[in-house]
């Protein structure tokens, strides 16, 4: 092999090693692999998964016992999540599907823009009450609710390791409503979103498989993109 073809051959391996790196960046970032996770029956980025640990133990010895009950969520669960809601709020609840799709976002993500595919996400309860019907409203998670103890604890200890509440209670941002019950490792999810920002989001979305598709518009999307996936807390950012 002359030296011009083993140039050619080393540019060609380059250029396949950047494709299949991006690839796998997408697989990552739209919930279409688990390899970058670790854990039993919750899965977790393995960075994620150490610092929960860290935080699980510091709670405990405070009295408090931190549960997930929602970490990675794959793609497939996402659609199933989407389709579901889909036919209950237009078959039993009779709205229209435009209705209905901006009911779904009130609180769930189209599949494949889900920050819980990242496996950075968690979404929290006290296991001391593991057992309370419809734990994700947030009313129980304020002064009186079954797990405002553990929301004080996060408020004033989340932070310490990494964790950051996701959709806060600020009237100065859109898109998804108040969780108090959802954190953000900020280390990796900060870095995983601006990934994903680099990524045509539009074309993703419109490229999907799910119920209701014809009705996510050009300019539907771009406000979702703007106001949902973008309108997260501001420390998530920076």
């Known amino acids: 092999m002359n030296k011009s073809k083993f140039f050619i051959l080393i540019i060609i391996l380059i250029h396949t090693s950047e494709l299949m790196s991006q690839k796998i960046d997408l697989d ?5 692999t688990t390899r970058h ?5 919750v899965l977790l980025e393995k960075e994620t998964f150490k610092a929960f640990e860290k935080m699980r133990n510091a709670a405990m010895n405070d009295g408090i016992k931190i549960k ?3 970490g990675h969520r794959d793609f497939e669960r996402q659609t199933l999540i989407w389709n579901s809601k889909f036919i209950k709020f237009t078959k ?3 709205l229209t599907p435009d209705e209905a799709i901006n009911e779904i976002i009130r609180f769930s993500t189209i599949p494949g823009t889900s920050r819980h595919h990242w496996g950075t996400e968690i979404d929290i309860i006290d296991e001391d009450f593991k057992n309370e019907k419809n734990p994700l409203i947030s009313e129980k998670y304020e002064s009186g609710g079954v797990y405002n103890k553990l929301k004080k604890w996060m408020d004033l200890n989340s932070e310490k390791f990494g964790f950051y509440l996701t959709y806060t209670n600020d009237e100065q941002r859109n898109g998804f409503e108040y969780e108090p019950w959802h954190y953000s490792y900020k280390p990796i999810s900060k870095n995983l979103l ?3 920002k680099k990524n045509n989001i539009s074309k993703l979305i419109s ?3 799910i119920m209701g598709k014809e009705y996510l518009t050009k300019e539907f999307i771009k406000k979702y993109i703007n106001e949902n996936i ?3 807390n501001k420390e998530l950012e920076l």
Do not use: A, P
Not at 28 to 32: A, P
Not at 37 to 41: N, S
């Open 68 to 70: 997930i009950i929602s």
């Open 37 to 41: 996770l670790i854990g039993d029956t």
């Open 194 to 196: 601006e990934e994903f």
């Open 230 to 232: 973008l309108g997260v």
């Open 92 to 94: 039993e609840f009779k």
């Open 207 to 209: 490229d999907l498989e």
């Open 28 to 32: 990552i970032l739209q919930g279409k």
